[in-house]
């Protein structure tokens, strides 16, 4: 199975972009799905995460203007992200966790978001 993410681009501040995670095939139980950013010369950063039973966090910088969701039977993730900020500039990867199931962790490739004017 394999993830692949959507949805980047460049966009102005306070705009917004939907990022997409679509798995190639099925995936019988998480613990939890993830999106990640990882800015220039910076460590990836968890930015929101769905966690298994329906429990959602976010990054506190993200709080308010981002959205994580997903349907299963789409085998689809998204992030909804507004009012975008420069600072929210990175690669974003999604990621789901399976190693309680079958020991995998899958992560897609990434899509580069820009925020600029």
């Known amino acids: 199975v394999q993830l692949q993410a959507s949805g980047g681009g460049l966009v102005q501040p306070g705009g917004s972009l939907r990022l997409s995670c679509v798995a190639s095939?099925?995936?019988?139980?998480?613990?939890?799905m993830a999106w990640y950013r990882q800015a220039p010369g910076k460590q990836r950063e968890l930015v929101a995460e769905l966690i298994s039973g329906g429990m959602i966090n976010y990054a506190d910088s993200v709080k308010g203007r981002f959205t994580i969701s997903e349907d299963n039977a789409k085998r689809t993730m998204w992030l909804q992200m507004n009012s975008l900020k420069p600072e929210d500039t990175a690669v974003y990867y999604c990621?789901?966790?399976?190693?309680?199931?079958?020991?995998?962790?899958?992560w897609g490739k990434g899509t580069q978001v820009t925020v600029s004017s």
């Open positions: 095939g099925s995936i019988f139980g998480f613990s939890r």
């Open positions: 990621n789901v966790d399976s190693r309680n199931f079958n020991g995998m962790d899958y």
